[in-house]
């Protein structure tokens, strides 16, 4: 069955999946890998079967990614991906990087990032991607907390990194001759490396370290409602979860052209930006410029993108400027697929895009820590609008109570899914009691998201059980934003919670007690959030602030951001019992 809208396409290859009860009912894990050639005795570098598997076969010269910057087009085949992932891996063997030792990557999504994100794994180290929106305190925080060995970063964006802060970083790779237009030389500092030097210096051969289901091979940063960032370990493992969703899900084709939006430092633009894709062998876009609507529709036309996944922000933001506008001379008919992440997906999204595109948007549930899609509508199945879908098969989703008992049909209660799916995270970086605080209501992985499941075992999401903020479908942690403002000498205390928003799903508002000396003031404002731009990134800034008295707390002087936000909508003021 194809999805409604899709009719009068050429068929090219038949669906990935057909029959989704019978599918579900007999799946086994093990039969992908043994469609894979994964033997529990052999390597399961997660690289080598993404690249080297195609390079030495009839895809060597197929292009493996696509790269577009709204100017300027490069291309990446599987053999030159193959030999130039070699050399960088051989390029961190020579500055002494030992198997499981992190690399930190702070770099655009430029061809390097890619090249030395597969290297890194490939050769055996665990990679950290970090998001070129962090600024200065927020970006060394991380590196500090991974106790990154190696940074791979350019001219322009190092001299965001404090490295007296950073006793473990050893060594500096900066990709590029030399500084952003305009910006100053930086001070050159004797230890660093300069990519193209090192690469061409670089063996392209023996590279790949031996890895096993278990062994680690990604560090990844995101945000909870407490505390600071966690680090969420990933391991080779995940491959055939990433594989085998490409197809179930993704519905990806030997001769697709793919299109993830999300940048590849959050976790769809890893899993379905840079593993599916490659290990399905087929050619992925990566534009590389910022948004913008013409660009974005000359992405999907000029380049006769077949599926494309992406966010809810993104096509609400495609369709408030009207219409779809393909490129001058093309049209969008290649265009077979849509998916998205990250965020509750309007229904009237979906009514949009079947005019603007001919096509229904497939939602998708999952997290960084699941690490693979989880929930997800099926080309092969109707879709509920409003519904996030049905559990890929493979794995066993369903609402719980406090006790973690199984709640029958329509009743809320939190999202869990029973643990032990293939790309599930292994562990939270230096911290075994948050990762143990996922899975302690055995046999479950705790999402906390709230959801319920209808008769037809569809899954519909009602929200989070913690503060955590979604904007532009990314998380936010409100904690992050508090704990900068009150380094502010005019702050002393802040509350942040976010406000439902109908481009960005949700925008940042914070509410601050001042320090008497300091009267509130459009120009204190102003200073606040330029303050949290500078020292933690622009997608961190509060869009509003807002001076009181005192914040709500609970007796034992917990921040009670719920009653904030309550307060802010004009909400019943919610409970406040039970928050000793
Ligand atoms: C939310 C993104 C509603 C959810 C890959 C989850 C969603 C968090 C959906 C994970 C969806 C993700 N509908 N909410 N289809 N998909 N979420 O780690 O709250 O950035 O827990 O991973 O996003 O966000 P993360």
């Known amino acids: 069955m194809r999805s409604k809208g899709s009719k009068g396409r050429p068929e090219i290859e038949r669906d990935n999946l057909l029959d989704y009860e019978r599918v579900y009912s007999t799946f086994q894990w093990s039969r992908v890998e043994e469609e894979m050639g994964l033997t529990p005795d052999e390597s399961w570098n997660i690289a080598v079967a993404a690249v080297d598997r195609h390079a030495a076969g009839q895809h060597g010269h197929k292009v493996a990614l696509r790269f577009y910057d709204g100017r300027t087009e490069g291309k990446l085949t599987y053999l030159q991906l193959k030999l130039l992932t070699n050399r960088f891996a051989n390029v961190l063997r020579s500055l002494g990087v030992r198997p499981l030792e992190r690399v930190a990557l702070f770099l655009p999504a430029c061809p390097e990032f890619y090249v030395s994100f597969l290297g890194t794994v490939k050769g055996g180290a665990v990679a950290v991607p970090l998001s070129t929106s962090f600024m200065a305190d927020a970006l060394t925080e991380l590196l500090r907390d991974s106790e990154a060995a190696v940074l791979v970063t350019t001219a322009a964006l190092v001299d965001r990194v404090h490295r007296e802060q950073l006793p473990d970083l050893r060594r500096v790779v900066i990709v590029g001759t030399g500084p952003a237009a305009g910006a100053a030389e930086p001070a050159p500092d004797p230890g660093d490396v300069a990519y193209d030097r090192a690469m061409a210096g670089a063996a392209d051969t023996d590279a790949a370290a031996r890895a096993d289901r278990e062994t680690p091979m990604l560090l ?34 030997g001769q697709d052209t793919y299109w993830c939006t999300g940048e590849p430092t959050w976790v769809a633009g890893i899993s379905y930006g840079i593993w599916a894709p490659l290990l399905r062998g087929v050619t992925s876009i990566v534009y590389c410029g910022d948004f913008s609507t013409d660009k974005w529709y000359e992405v999907l036309s000029k380049f006769r993108v077949n599926v494309w996944y992406t966010t809810p922000t993104a096509l609400r933001r495609l369709m408030h400027s009207g219409p779809a506008k393909p490129a001058q001379g093309h049209s969008l008919k290649e265009l077979r697929h849509i998916l998205t992440v990250g965020e509750p997906l309007n229904p009237f999204v979906i009514r949009w895009s079947r005019e603007a595109f001919g096509l229904q948007v ?64 292994r562990g939270i970086w230096r911290d075994e009691e948050k990762h143990r605080e996922y899975f302690r209501l055995p046999p479950w992985y705790l999402t906390g998201d709230l959801a319920y499941r209808d ?5 519909w999401f009602q929200g989070r059980v913690d503060d955590v903020i979604k904007k532009d479908g990314k998380r936010i942690g409100p904690f992050e934003v508090e704990n900068k403002l009150v380094e502010h000498p005019a702050v002393l205390e802040a509350g942040v919670i976010g406000k439902p928003d109908p481009l960005w799903g949700e925008s940042i508002k914070a509410f601050v007690v001042l320090h008497p000396d300091h009267p509130w003031s459009a120009a204190l404002e102003a200073d606040l959030q330029s303050f949290i731009e500078r020292r933690l990134g622009s997608h961190l800034v509060p869009r509003e602030i807002e001076p009181c008295q005192a914040l709500p707390r609970t007796r034992s002087g917990k921040l009670m951001r719920r009653v904030l936000k309550a307060l802010e909508l004009g909400l019943p003021g919610g409970d406040l019992t039970n928050q000793a």
């Open 220 to 253: 990844l940063y995101t945000s909870g409602s407490t505390g600071k960032p966690k680090g969420v370990i990933h391991v080779h493992g995940g491959i055939t979860h990433y594989y085998q969703t490409a197809g179930h899900v993704l519905d990806l084709r």
């Open 362 to 425: 497939h939602d998708t549930w999952w997290m960084t820590e699941t690490g693979g899609i989880i929930i997800a509508n099926f080309p092969c199945l109707p879709i509920k609008p409003g519904s996030m879908g049905r559990p890929v098969p493979g794995v066993h989703a369903a609402v719980i109570d406090e006790g973690g008992r199984e709640l029958p049909p329509l009743e809320m209660g939190q999202l869990a899914i029973m643990a032990g799916w293939p790309a599930m995270m």
């Open 455 to 459: 008769g037809d075992g569809y899954f």
